[in-house]
């Protein structure tokens, strides 16, 4: 029977009998009442506990907390046997933040006792709710499913260990975000800001829950730089207290404009009233409870002063609940087009010259929801370089999470999705390509359906040495399920020796559209491919290992709708290993001291960094083990790099290599296959080839130099020893 708390002691005596405090801790003093039935607490000890005298038998159960607390901790409950407790038996419950935590937990055996602790330090919390509950063992597995494919912890080789590495991640995570900014954010502040540039804060507000107004407002207050102005829109709020806090702070400061609306608009036309007060050079936009950073205009100020072009600035942000705790932090790359037209990453807080605001002509009606997604995409018609588009990787804005609002949840205002999907609708029709936007996976994604323009040929080659069986299921899985009719495969033979392996060469001489040459001598994964590049006339060339085979039909014809692009250069695929979990979603530059793999690890169907593993983006690189380039510009590049980097890093140095043209690469989650990662080629497990790759990463460190420590893509608060998105602390 679940059992929910409504007052302490009496839904713990309800749940079990007796149920006592820890007699030899006097740790719990009552702090007050609620009439939502809560108990406030101080925790007067570091170990403050409860103990259950409950009898559980073996089986799975869920055990269900929501605790609020004035400091970031956690909560076990410990598995009891024979009056003892021990962390060996300890269910894990990172409770920070106020949110409910459910976890699934199994008894190996039958228990007498359980030890519940709410916190592990002294502070003040309320105990919300508590429940344990028994579960059939399907229902069991189906949680523990559900939650590690969407968590990162896992490896895929046991599901209770990747269960439970997830509430392990869970809370490190968050205390990690709070180690940080307790010890490097105010590093990142030089807090003295010296401009003339004014900042409008455009503010719509509409029965406003007061509190969070006030804080609101006083953000702005507060900021370390002092050229701005406050623009407020009350969109005919009905709510007393919203419109007598109005009229008290109007006279607060100068600096501080309100406009009454004398009738209800909605966000759209309440924030256009509040950009007709506006008087800077530059607007920023703010929601009525959401913070700034102290420091929030005045980095923007300074970032504006250092590039007097720009047209927009956008920040990192996180998100701050009602307790004023802050968390889930976005540390966003540089401008990043794709990834825009399927997310909006830029989101807060964003900042827009006033004339490209003018120009635009501010929000549309009927747009609520993502009218800030679709003034955005409104900009970029005036935007005539993405320099001119400036990132700040600090945070400076805290999104406000409270019951109803999208911080919280994206379920709480499932319109918004919809109010996007018609946003970028428009942006595609003006652009005039055919492009159709779709929802995406998860709310507030979508994705771009672009048609492929005049069935242009794809010449997909394959470097193999032997190995027939990995070289067979690649030849066999492209030919069986490539929906994209117009291609060609050429296997490049480098030494193969078995009579097993010509036999099968001879067996595909019946398919037109499959070629063997010969391309003897030292292996040289770059030579191989440019040679077979070199005698080519197709207008692709798609690189594949041998070691790869191919799971969604249309993968081929997504990766040449997106190369078509005259602005883009390499386009790769979505990789897993063969037990289902991420191998490739792109490279990011600098991890391991050169390149990696982002995400790698990760379950395949996992959502990743902000929804990334389902979204189409701009990397800086991709891996060669599925690539795909137009001819001319692998020809205009130069190829891979056959004398320095003879098979590693040669795939990233290409792609920098196109970058330096002009070009993007870019990676899409809708070109599926598996990878048996460097099977036939073997690692790197011998002298020579230690001695190899040491060259090939010493040579790329020499080349590219500090741009291996700056990628665009990625944020300098992200560490480069993990690929997980975790923060460098």
């Known amino acids: 029977m679940i059992t929910y708390i409504k007052h302490l002691y009496k839904r713990l005596l309800s749940y079990a009998a007796p149920v006592k405090l820890a007699s030899k801790h006097k740790n719990f003093n009552i702090v007050d009442n609620h009439s939502d039935f809560s108990v406030g607490f101080a925790a007067t000890s570091d170990d403050p506990y409860l103990v259950f005298s409950r009898s559980l038998p073996k089986g799975w159960y869920i055990v269900e907390v929501h605790i609020s607390s004035d400091s970031e901790t956690e ?32 008894v190996d055996e039958w228990l007498s006792k359980l030890r519940f602790d709410p916190v592990e330090e002294s502070c003040e919390f309320k105990i919300h709710t508590f429940a344990v509950v028994s579960l059939p063992n399907f229902r069991a597995i189906q949680l523990m499913k559900k939650k590690v494919a969407n968590c990162s912890s896992g490896r895929g080789d046991d599901l209770i260990s990747d269960y439970n590495s997830c509430f392990k991640q869970k809370f490190l995570t968050e205390k990690n975000y709070q180690d940080w900014i307790d010890k490097k954010e105010s590093l990142l502040f030089s807090g003295k800001y010296k401009s003339d540039i004014k900042i409008s804060i455009v503010m719509p507000v509409y029965n406003s829950d007061v509190a969070f107004l006030d804080q609101a407002v006083m953000s702005v207050l507060n900021q370390k730089y002092k050229n701005w102005e406050l623009c407020i829109a009350d969109d005919s709020s009905t709510s007393a207290s919203t419109l007598q806090y109005l009229k008290f702070i109007e006279d607060k400061d100068p600096r501080i404009k309100i406009v009454y609306r004398s009738e209800n608009g909605n966000i759209s036309l309440a924030s256009n009233s509040a950009l007709e007060l ?12 959401d913070l700034l950073s102290v420091c929030a205009l005045g980095e923007i100020a300074s970032a504006i002063e250092n590039q007097p072009y720009a047209q927009i600035v956008y920040t990192d942000e996180d998100k701050i609940d009602e307790h004023g705790r802050r968390y889930d932090p976005h540390f966003k790359g540089g401008f990043n087009r794709e990834l825009l037209l399927n997310q909006n990453y830029i989101s807060h807080l964003s900042c827009y010259s006033k004339l490209l605001v003018d120009k635009v002509g501010g929000f549309r009606k009927g747009y609520e929801g993502s009218q800030d997604y679709d003034f955005l995409l409104r900009c970029l018609k005036y935007i005539e370089s993405e320099k001119d588009i400036i990132h700040i990787p600090k945070v400076l804005y805290h999104w406000r999470a409270i019951v109803g609002s999208t911080a919280r949840s994206c379920s709480e205002k499932s319109y918004t ?29 979508y994705r771009i359906m672009r048609p492929v323009q005049s069935s242009p040929v794809v010449e997909i080659i394959i470097p193999t040495r032997d190995s027939i069986d990995i070289l067979k299921p690649c030849v066999d899985s492209i030919l069986s399920k490539t929906i994209y009719k117009n291609y060609k495969i050429t296997i490049v033979d480098n030494d193969s020796k078995d009579d097993d392996t010509f036999s099968y060469f001879s067996s595909l001489s019946h398919f037109s559209n499959v070629e063997v040459i010969r391309r003897p001598g030292i292996f040289n994964y770059s030579k191989i491919n440019n040679f077979a590049v070199d005698r080519s006339e197709a207008d692709y060339v798609l690189l594949l290992n041998n070691d790869v085979e191919v799971i969604s039909p249309g993968w081929l014809t997504e990766m040449v709708s997106i ?38 690890y990760m379950p395949g169907n996992a959502a990743g960094y902000f929804s990334r593993l389902h979204l189409t983006h701009e990397v800086s690189a991709v891996t060669a083990a599925c690539l795909l380039v137009k001819r001319t510009n692998y020809i ?94």
């Open 75 to 106: 909560s076990k409950l410990y598995l009891g046997k024979d009056g003892s407790f021990d962390e060996g038996r300890t269910v894990l419950l990172p409770t920070s933040h106020g949110k409910t935590i459910k976890r699934v937990f199994y």
């Open 278 to 289: 506006a008087s800077g050079s530059y607007v920023a936009f703010m929601d009525h409870d």
């Open 417 to 445: 999705s919809q109010a996007g999907l018609l946003a970028l609708e428009d942006f595609l029709s003006e652009c005039g390509e055919g492009d159709i936007a779709k929802s995406g996976e998860v709310p507030n994604t």
């Open 563 to 600: 190369a078509q692009d005259r602005h883009v250069g390499c386009v790769g695929a979505k990789l897993y290993y063969t037990d289902g979990r991420i191998q490739h979603a792109g490279v990011t530059l600098g991890i391991g001291g050169v390149a990696g793999h982002t995400h790698k």
């Open 636 to 729: 205009q590049a130069g190829g891979l790099d056959e004398n320095n980097l003879k098979v590693a890093f040669n795939d990233v140095d290409f792609c920098l290599k196109l970058r330096s043209l002009g070009l993007k690469n870019i990676w899409t989650p809708h070109a599926e296959l598996f990878h048996h990662e460097s099977v036939s080629r073997g690692h790197e497990d011998t002298p020579e080839k230690k001695e190899r790759f040491d060259a090939e990463v010493e040579f790329m460190k020499n080349k590219w130099g500090e741009i291996l420590k700056n990628d665009p893509y990625y944020n300098p608060n992200l560490s480069l020893q993990f690929e997980d998105f975790s923060l460098k602390i």
